[in-house]
């Protein structure tokens, strides 16, 4: 890598036919000066794409150079800047004396633009031959009048001194005095970087003189300073005391960049609790402030790191955090929140429960909050709050009551989960929220929220004037029996109507005779009688429990007559009048079957179902035919599952929580810090722990090894041992890209020139760029990278060749090895992750993707074979171990995964032991995008495959070793 030469630009050149030489040296020397122009961009995009035009350079110098025009300055420029400036041995091109005699005099020109673009091209110039002679002029530079000219003498300055420093040794002192006298903060940020990175000793002095004046210094300096305060406390901590004022001051920069770089800088100078709770507090700041989302995410991730440090601080500072849900955006509040979850304690918690009302209040606002997504977010994060905190989940209970009746569903149904779950874990607050939810259960809409409603009240009313009162509320929902739909009524009452006029008209023949004009009698009747209005506002078309029975929701239907069974058995083992049980009885009865013989109806456009039909049957034969047994299994063993799965659900969150304090926890050969002793060393510093751990493993020699493991486990062999070129690759996996180390071995005894790696993607991956062209010796070996930018996590496909030419060979062909295939495997952008029952089921209906996989597998046990697929597929399981445990031959299991660009993955596994032994049964797995849902069906379909390959070799193998025992059996006897 030493042989390479720098390059300064680079241009993208599409290579058609090259103009010829001695056209382009036309152009140069007799073009107009928009011919020269066009002429100069020619010569310099082939000579950056690799093209020999060595014979133009006279004539440039003789041409171009001295044409004055800043364009053709700026192109002879450019080309100055890659052309080859020395011979193959190493010296000069004598046309280069030319060269430095022009930049003098541009150096000295009277026009501020051609004297800066020459100071610019000199701080990009290599050649400390072409370099020294320049000297005297660029200090010159240094006092010019024009600022943009003392700006880059400076930069030129700085890259001479930093690239050959014995050129001009005394470079440091210079800037030093012209950074005292300096007025352009430009210029002044390019000297105090000049001395930044070359005299850290003249920038500290400097710093010390003006260190009271830095607040009113640039944001371009501002930074700087910052930069240098934290790497001086670095290398000599006992300065962080003089410093920590200054950064301290930065902190109200009028730079939101230079605030958030001092309030870093801050956090790793000193962990005092008043230096902790100042950077959080600017960031804070720029949290609400800055309306640029991206920057809102990084600064949620710093506040995200302070509080796994400093979570009493960051507990103070609660309300303030919370100011940031008044950003638009969903992903901004849901990471808000998250933050403010961990920081809530009971001396807080009235606090967000208010600030909670009033956010749930705005998501009233359709324009606010048009999907509804930031509503539920809120009432799951308050549902969680309610279960850590009794005392307030009451009060908001039943301000949630208020969203029961929300059309979309998502919200009214955590609603209704978080209050099951209140009603359940506090058993003082059930008379209440139960009279609460009487009063809203009128105008819920979603079939589910009636159904955990009905259940709630079948499970909880604890006195006769409970159920009393709940059985009105059912009543008064379902409407009067029969049921009819609005249709019906009205050929009902069109009958019935129909009949009367008939009655009337006989009545009517009865009356006296009319004599007609004709001579004749006819029959007078001056019955008339308007058909009365029919109004039915419990349609089906409307909200309410008669609309979602008449709809056709049959599964509704059959969970009402469970409630009203379990009502009218509480009822009787409440000790009530006999004569009350039998009303409710057969107004139970009536209920039932209206709603049987309505689902049963010829008519009726959506049929009752057979699950729903059997189910209702079975609740109208136990209450004509009571059963003890079955009786006491309705009243306490539904209500005895939902505690055991709420008391599963707690089990895992504190396992959770216990995880991750054993995270952070120190083991017992962990090495101790003790700040009080390290005063000399200048106690507090993080970057100084950090770097005491890594020293102590490297003294001890226990270095992670993990990434080299990582590294020949990822190893894949491209060419074969036989071919002329070897070439394996280490797959690399980022997070958004792909780097592939590719070695190359040069294994013919002649040395191999123009060695290009050509590679081609399949899929969402992208090639960055092209890898550059190698020479390689005998025997010997290159490195060569290539960058691959990923996309989505769809399966992608790498493959090339590598095209040489062999030294002394002429030929017209390009030698070519072809290169296997390196599949990348989605495993490396999926992770398990974790969401809500409610959450999967809305995915699982939204997501139109799916991908169905039939189960096929030598693996004989349910369980076992979940954990193969968890393992094969890096998903999580969302359905809880317990009710996974144990003997039994079926499973169904929900998994979950989350790649890196937040794209989600579902599975549904449900399976069966068949009679034979084996299992059967399908994997479905969704997702919003085509890709990774036949991503992952592929890789459980490898996986299977090649555990029934290894199965079967197993089975061979053992029959083999069964034979030879039957057969050494035979022999000895």
Not at 69 to 92: A, N, R
Not at 156 to 170: E, G, H, I, R, W
Not at 698 to 723: C, K, M, P, V
Not at 793 to 799: E, L, V
Request: aromatic letters at 6%; glycine letters at 4%.
């Amino acid at each position: 890598m030493s042989g390479e030469k720098p390059c300064t630009i680079l241009l993208s050149y599409e290579q058609n036919e090259p103009p010829q030489i001695s056209e382009l040296k036309r152009t140069l020397e007799n073009g107009s000066v928009a011919d020269k122009q066009e002429g100069m961009k020619k010569v310099i995009l082939l000579l950056s794409n690799g093209e020999n035009v060595s014979q133009l350079l006279m004539t440039i110098i003789r041409f171009i150079m001295p044409v004055d025009d800043h364009v053709i300055k700026k192109l002879y420029l450019l080309y100055l800047e890659i052309v080859e400036k020395t011979s193959p041995d190493g010296k000069s091109l004598p046309e280069m004396i030319l060269v430095v005699n022009a930049i003098r005099n541009d150096l000295i020109h009277p026009n501020e633009y051609v004297r800066g673009s020459a100071l610019r091209f000199l701080s990009k110039l290599k050649e400390p031959e072409l370099l020294e002679p320049l000297l005297p002029s660029i200090r010159l530079n240094l006092e010019f009048k024009h600022a943009y000219v003392r700006r880059n003498a400076v930069l030129a300055l700085y890259t001479t001194y930093k690239n050959f420093d014995y050129l001009c040794p005394d470079a440091p002192e210079l800037v030093y005095n012209f950074l005292l006298n300096e007025g352009d903060a430009t210029a002044k940020r390019n000297a105090f970087i000049m001395l930044f990175n070359c005299a850290q000793d003249k920038a500290v002095e400097y710093l010390s003189e003006t260190l009271d004046q830095v607040s009113g210094m640039g944001e371009i300096i501002q930074f700087i300073v910052v930069e240098l305060i934290r790497k001086v406390c670095r290398t000599t901590p006992s300065e962080r005391p003089k410093y920590i004022k200054c950064v301290f001051t930065l902190l109200s920069s009028a730079s939101s960049a230079v605030q958030y770089e001092a309030a870093a800088t801050l956090l790793t100078l000193s962990s005092a609790p008043t230096a902790v709770k100042a950077a959080t507090s600017t960031y804070i700041n720029l949290l609400v402030k800055e309306s640029d989302n991206n920057v809102k995410m990084i600064v949620l991730d710093r506040l995200l790191t302070i509080k796994q440090k400093h979570p009493k601080l960051m507990q103070e500072l609660l309300m303030d955090i919370l100011r940031a849900l008044n950003s638009p955006a969903l992903e901004i509040r849901r990471k808000t929140l998250d933050i403010a979850m961990d920081l809530i304690t009971s001396k807080n918690i009235e606090e967000f429960v208010q600030v909670f009302k009033k956010e749930i209040q705005r998501t009233r606002d359709k324009e606010f909050d048009p999907e509804g997504e930031y509503r539920q977010l809120l009432i799951q994060t308050i549902h969680t709050c309610a279960i850590k905190f009794p005392d307030v989940a009451g009060n908001v209970a039943i301000i949630l009551m208020e969203f029961l009746n929300d059309s979309s569903g998502g919200s009214s149904i955590d609603v209704i989960v978080f209050i099951r779950e209140v009603i359940e874990t506090y058993p003082n607050l059930r008379s209440a929220l139960i009279s609460k939810l009487m009063e809203f259960f009128p105008t819920v809409v979603s079939s589910k929220v009636f159904r955990t409603t009905l259940w709630i009240f079948a499970e909880y009313v604890t006195t006769s004037e409970e159920i009393d009162r709940v059985f009105t509320t059912i009543k008064e929902a379902y409407g009067e029996l029969p049921f009819y739909t609005e249709v019906e009524k009205e050929e009902k009452e069109e009958g019935k109507e129909e009949k009367k006029v008939e009655k009337k008209e006989e009545r009517s023949k009865k009356t006296a005779p009319k004599v007609l004009a004709d001579g004749t009698y006819a029959t007078q009747s001056a019955f008339t009688e308007n058909a009365p209005a029919v109004s039915n506002t419990s349609g089906n078309n409307g909200p309410g429990l008669r609309a979602a029975l008449l709809g056709g929701d049959y599964f509704l239907g059959g969970v009402l007559c469970v409630t009203l069974l379990k009502l009218r058995l509480k009822l009787e083992a409440f000790g009530s009048d006999k004569r009350i049980v039998n009303l409710v009885n057969a107004e139970i009865l009536l209920c039932m079957v209206a709603l049987l013989r309505y689902g049963q109806w010829s008519g009726n456009t959506n049929p009752i179902d057979s699950d729903s039909e059997e189910r209702i049957l079975s609740c109208i034969q136990l209450l004509l035919e009571p059963d003890a047994q079955v009786s006491q299994s309705l009243l306490s063993d539904c209500h005895e599952g939902l505690s055991k799965m709420l008391r599963e659900q707690g089990k895992k969150n504190q396992a959770a929580v216990v995880v991750a304090k054993k995270e952070g926890a120190a083991q017992a050969d962990d090495l101790i810090k003790v700040r009080q002793l390290r005063s000399k060393r200048g106690y507090g510093l993080e970057d100084m722990d950090e770097m005491d751990d890594s020293d102590l493993i490297r003294a001890t020699g226990a270095e992670d090894t993990t990434n080299e493991d990582l590294h020949l486990n990822r190893i894949q062999q491209l060419t074969g041992y036989s071919d002329p070129i070897y070439a394996e690759a280490v797959v690399i996996v980022h997070q958004y890209d792909i780097v592939l180390d590719v070695t190359v071995i040069n294994q013919t005894p002649k040395t191999l020139q123009n060695v290009a790696l050509e590679l081609a993607t399949l899929g969402d991956l992208k090639l960055v760029e092209r890898p550059q062209v190698y020479t390689i010796a005998p025997g010997d070996k290159k490195q060569i990278k290539a960058n691959i930018k990923v996309s989505s996590t769809d399966t992608g496909i790498i493959f090339g060749n590598i095209v040489y030419d062999i030294a002394g060979m002429q030929s017209s062909d390009k030698n070519c090895v072809v290169l296997n295939e390196i599949h990348i495997d989605i495993m490396d952008y999926i992770s398990p992750a974790t969401c809500s029952e409610i959450k999967f089921r809305t995915m699982w209906a939204e997501f139109e993707w799916e991908n169905k996989i039939a189960v096929t597998s030598h693996i004989n046990n349910v369980y076992d074979y979940l954990q193969h697929i968890i393992k094969s597929t890096n998903m999580g399981c969302l359905t809880p171990t317990s009710s996974l445990m144990g003997e039994s031959d079926f499973l169904s299991a929900n998994l979950y995964a989350r790649s890196v660009f937040g794209e989600d993955a579902l599975a549904n596994l449900s399976i069966e032991k068949l009679a034979d032994g084996k299992l059967g049964g399908f994997i479905r797995i969704r997702s919003r995008t085509q890709g990774i849902a036949l991503s992952l069906g592929d890789k459980i379909t490898i996986k299977q495959r090649e555990e029934n390959n290894r199965g079967a070799n197993s089975s061979e193998e053992k029959e083999k070793n069964d034979q030879i025992a039957a057969s050494t059996s035979d022999l000895l006897e």
